[in-house]
């Protein structure tokens, strides 16, 4: 039976760098998760829709999504695709939207974010072409969920998703489909499976952390079943609902176990770890990380070696916080070079539109035209399809780029729970002496440019401003600073920071040295102590 339910707006359901995400409990409240899923489905129609459901199997996904499966059977859609228990890791859900030809997808997760009742909660929307939606669909949808005063949803027992098959809710399909064998099939497309095997068999040893996020099975399958990697190679491969109380954010504070089994005595050939979502990836080698900024330029450098991608790069994209180094292989393939603010659907049109093939983020995000998100496990596969043509090991890989390319050292220094009004005098205040920057010096640096970023996307002509405010000391030598769209408390400062070395000495230099003096200029032009109190960060990446 199809009830209305009468409502009121709530304040604040405006999403963030990548969906809604708050705390669980606020989810869980009355009407709320409600009120913005009816918000969602007044922006993008539902009638006679189909759309993919499924969310990374945190705290509260299975309540959710029978929520929003009979929300959409009350506004009128078609069919639900539903990943089986709800589960389908961002990219995964990506890639079938896009191989159903459906009109979006629901995706629960608040990706990194830690899950459990007193932890986070997210739901974020994908257009059509896989990909996030865009500011103007989710300015939208925040608009709506500000005057909203009705919602639709019918009564009804649960589905049930704990196995593959079709169901009918009211007018509307149910089809629960197996999450990862489409996924692993798409894998299949596009890397040399054979070569990566034979790397195996010949002994290659790997360890792949799920940190108990949605990554386990599909890891499994990829890597220990299909790929023949040795059983045990993934770990923490089960989802639960906590993440095992684990904090799914592949980083090396947070993958610590694996860090420290990559840097310790018999560390296995290579190592990766993945986000809560799957649509993050951390890749180390024996004895040596790989930043995401360097990761993102071996990987386009390299591109060519799978299968998937021998015609080449069309162009590659890369957000503005990311490090330049991938700009210098696009500039070495003669390529074009997109810089675009922080998130994933800013890279949506550059995809659509065949100017790129590769695109990345300074916050372990790799991803190619293959799906429209994203993609953890696809940067790993990548990474092992060139391990295993190129027969070197990771730290060769590295020292070889850094030879021919030079070195842009990076870190991003996070500092969290930031009190959110001092945040924003501290921008305010740094906005306001921007003009003023070029010329002086700071810790010995002289600043040339300073600005606020603004986007112009160059497929639709919409633009996008206060993107993060950069500090150029000259050449591949800057300082960024960034307030974070997905935190859920207080304000979270990202300071990212780069110096660029060509070499052939100064490639080995530890980048918090190697970056010292950008540090020290970079909280003095800004009073990082004076306005939050701070004189270090809580997370170095
Ligand atoms: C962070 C990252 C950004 C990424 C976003 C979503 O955003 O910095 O690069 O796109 O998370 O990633 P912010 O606004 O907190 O800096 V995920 O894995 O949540 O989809
Ligand atoms: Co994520």
């Known amino acids: 039976m ?52 499924g969310g990374d199997g945190r705290y509260f996904n299975d309540r959710a999504a029978q929520v929003i499966l009979r929300m959409a059977a009350a506004n009128g859609a078609a069919r639900v695709i539903v990943g089986q228990n709800a589960i389908l890791s961002t990219p995964a859900a990506s890639h079938l939207i896009r191989l159903n030809k459906t009109d979006g997808g629901i995706i629960m997760s608040a990706s990194h974010n830690p899950g459990g009742p007193d932890e986070d909660f997210g739901v974020k929307f994908n257009m059509p072409n896989g990909g996030p939606a865009p500011e103007a ?3 939208a949808m925040f608009a709506r969920s500000c005057e909203i005063s009705e919602y639709h949803i019918f009564e009804a027992e649960d589905v049930d998703l704990s196995r593959p098959g079709s169901h009918q809710l009211g007018g509307m399909r149910i089809d629960v489909t197996d999450p990862v064998a489409d996924y692993a099939d798409l894998m299949e497309t596009l890397f040399d499976f054979n070569a990566i095997r034979a790397l195996f068999k010949a002994g290659f040893r790997m360890r792949m952390d799920s940190m108990c996020a949605v990554t386990g099975p599909y890891a499994r399958e990829i890597f220990e079943t299909r790929l023949g990697a040795a059983p045990g190679t993934v770990i923490n491969a089960e989802p639960l609902p906590d993440f095992g109380g684990m904090h799914p954010d592949p980083n090396p504070t947070w993958a610590s176990d694996l860090m420290e089994e990559m840097m310790g005595e018999n560390a296995p050939d290579f190592g990766a770890a993945s986000d809560g979502d799957g649509d993050r990836n951390m890749v180390v080698g024996r004895g040596i990380y790989v930043s995401p900024s360097d990761s993102l330029a071996v990987l386009a450098a390299n591109i060519h070696l799978a299968p998937g991608y021998k015609a080449g790069l069309k162009g590659v994209a890369r957000s503005m916080p990311t490090s330049g180094a991938v700009d210098r292989v696009a500039a070495g393939l003669g390529v074009g070079a997109y810089e675009t603010p922080t998130g994933w659907k800013f890279f949506g049109n ?4 065949g100017r790129v093939t590769i695109c990345g983020e300074e916050s372990f995000g790799t991803g190619s035209d293959h799906v429209r998100e994203k993609d953890g496990l696809w940067a790993v596969l990548l990474w092992l399809n060139i391990l295993a043509v190129r027969k070197e090991s990771v730290s060769e890989i590295l020292a070889a780029h850094f030879q021919k390319y030079g070195r842009n050292y ?24 921007l003009k003023t920057l070029p010329g002086q010096t700071f810790a010995g640096l002289t600043v040339s440019e300073a600005d606020d970023f ?4 160059p497929v639709d002509g919409s633009s996008s401003q206060k993107q993060g405010v950069r500090v150029i000391f000259g050449e591949g030598t800057r300082a960024v600073y960034r307030l974070s769209g997905t935190g859920t408390e207080g304000a979270t400062l990202r300071l990212y ?11 080995n230099e530890d980048p918090q040295s190697a970056l010292a003096d950008v540090i020290k200029a970079a909280h003095k032009i800004a009073d990082i102590q004076g306005f939050t109190g701070r004189t270090s960060p809580d997370v170095i990446t």
């Open 2 to 53: 199809k009830s209305t339910i009468s409502t009121s707006p709530i304040a604040g359901q405006k999403p963030g760098t990548s969906g809604l995400r708050k705390k669980t409990r606020i989810f869980m409240g009355h009407h709320y998760l409600e009120n913005f899923i009816q918000s969602l489905f007044d922006v993008v129609g539902a009638e006679g829709k189909t759309f993919v459901l």
């Open 350 to 353: 550059l995809l659509d539109a």
């Open 454 to 457: 603004a986007y112009h996307d």
């Open 410 to 433: 990076y870190s991003r220094h996070d500092f969290e729970g930031v009190d959110s009004t001092r945040a924003d005098q501290m921008f305010a205040a740094l906005r306001e002496r």
């Open 137 to 139: 669909v989710t300015e």
């Open 497 to 507: 920071l780069e110096a660029y070395s060509q070499g052939p000495d100064g490639l």
